[in-house]
């Protein structure tokens, strides 16, 4: 087993706290940096990679939740523990949040603490996570090797066929007819197992001949497959999902579109999924690239919408047909008013705007009923399907087929 004491890294905007977890975190045999922004915390998990971190929720320049959503966009899976001096309902809405995100929300800490709560947190988190939480040490237990992941990694994966996509159905909230497929990238890794997207597109990024190359073989890939089911390559459309860093290349429209010239495919049967977050970095060269996507006949969704209203204002004059209601506010629209409230919101103004709305992460049929009462044009989650491979389709479609629908009183 390493030597190496676990590392912990705070956010906390009132320094003071911080130097008084630090210490406390010392004294307990840890090794402890705090952080009071949030530019100076992303660029320390960075550097860091700390193996448990505690987060202020109510910060000076920007919210704790927002932070959750960055940890969840670099793949962070290290033990976090939330404080906050609000109410209870905030941190548990919170954690909620960060676990649905995927992130490990080990405790809440309501603020102030005592310094024995503290130093009982911290102790929890050492013996579960210790061996879980460092670098991959060949010389220990039963765990195979592992090998590092990298962008090369990824790209030899693509050639040596570890790359594999599996597809979750997006339907129509009227009739449930199926409207769209979303194509999802796994990585069944040799040693490593099974390597979701939000683990190894993160890495992908970091090389920008990757990741182009990776979407390229998402569309490509997705698109020969689809072939081979009839229902398919008549009836629906495909999503595939876009990276932002493929965004920064001006000959991006003109590479797709060839690609999907080649492979005898129409382009309005493509969606290209991107996130909120991606186009808000260089928002000019950005809507240069949407632009002449759709003007060449890509429909285009904002993935995981609900992250910022600033982006609501973005989309009146953006060429986006359609967005994706993020899968935090679906999970919570039953449970939580504030989430109950932006859904709504979202597809009253997306409406106004002439955009078709998608809830994504439909877990139960109330959740469904809830969001259909308000108004979302279609939805995608589990209760509808889990993502499948593409030998499981054929069957899943003609099961979803309107005969099907009916006889499960689905409409
Ligand atoms: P996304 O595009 O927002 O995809 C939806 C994610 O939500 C998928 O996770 C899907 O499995 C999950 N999901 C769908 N319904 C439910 C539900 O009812 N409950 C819950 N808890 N989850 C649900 P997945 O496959 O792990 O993908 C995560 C993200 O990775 C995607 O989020 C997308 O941003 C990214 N990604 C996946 N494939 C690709 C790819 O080929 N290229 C790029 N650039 N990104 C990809
Ligand atoms: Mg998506
Ligand atoms: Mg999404």
């Given at each position: 087993m390493s030597d190496r004491p676990m590392r912990l890294l705070i956010l906390d905007d009132e320094v003071a706290v911080g130097r008084l977890l630090v210490r406390v975190a010392e004294r307990a045999g840890w090794e402890a940096r705090s952080t009071a922004t949030a530019g100076e915390f992303q660029v320390q998990v960075g550097v860091d990679r700390p193996d448990a971190i505690m987060l202020d929720l109510?910060?000076?320049?920007?919210?704790g939740i927002e932070q959750l959503r960055f940890l969840h966009g670099r793949g962070y899976d290290g033990t976090i523990v939330l404080m906050s001096g609000f109410a209870d309902r905030v941190l548990d809405a919170a954690r909620e949040l960060g676990t649905s995100l995927g992130l490990t929300i080990s405790a809440i800490v309501a603020k102030p603490a005592t310094i024995e709560e503290i130093e009982a947190v911290l102790a929890a988190i050492q013996m579960p996570d210790r061996t879980a939480a460092?670098?991959?040490?060949?010389?220990?237990?039963?765990?195979?090797?592992l090998g590092p992941l990298s962008a090369a990694r990824i790209d030899q994966g693509m050639i040596d066929g570890e790359l594999q996509l599996e597809y979750q159905p997006i339907v129509n909230?009227?009739?449930?007819?199926?409207?769209e497929i979303e194509a999802l990238a796994r990585w069944h890794h040799p040693t490593r197992g099974l390597v979701m997207p939000n683990e190894f597109i993160p890495i992908s990024e970091q090389d920008t001949g990757v990741i182009d190359r990776l979407t390229m073989w998402v569309v490509r890939t997705a698109n020969e497959q689809s072939k081979r089911i009839h229902r398919l390559a008549t009836e629906t459309r495909l999503a595939v999902n876009v990276s932002?860093?493929?965004?920064?290349?001006?000959e991006f429209p003109d590479q797709l579109a060839g690609l999907v010239a080649e492979l005898g495919a129409a382009p309005s049967n493509l969606t290209l999924e991107i996130t909120e977050s991606a186009t808000t970095s260089d928002p000019t060269a950005t809507m240069d690239i949407l632009t002449r996507l759709r003007l060449k006949g890509f429909r285009l969704a904002m993935d995981d919408?609900?992250?910022?209203?600033?982006s609501l204002k973005a989309l009146v004059n953006s060429p986006f047909s359609e967005i994706k209601i993020d899968k935090s506010f679906v999970a919570n629209v039953l449970a939580s008013r504030d989430a109950r409230v932006i859904v709504k919101t979202v597809a009253h103004l997306a409406h106004d705007m002439g955009l078709k709305t998608v809830a994504e992460g439909a877990e139960t049929q109330a959740v469904v009923d809830q969001l259909l009462e308000f108004g979302v044009d279609s939805v995608q989650g589990y209760h509808v399907s889990r993502p499948m491979p593409a030998n499981r389709l054929d069957g899943w479609l003609s099961e979803w087929s309107a005969a099907g629908r009916r006889a499960r009183g689905w409409c």
């Open positions: 109510h910060l000076g320049d920007a919210d460092i670098e991959p040490d060949e010389t220990h237990g039963a765990a195979p090797s909230g009227k009739d449930r007819a199926v409207e932002a860093k493929n965004l920064r290349s001006l919408f609900g992250t910022g209203f600033s």
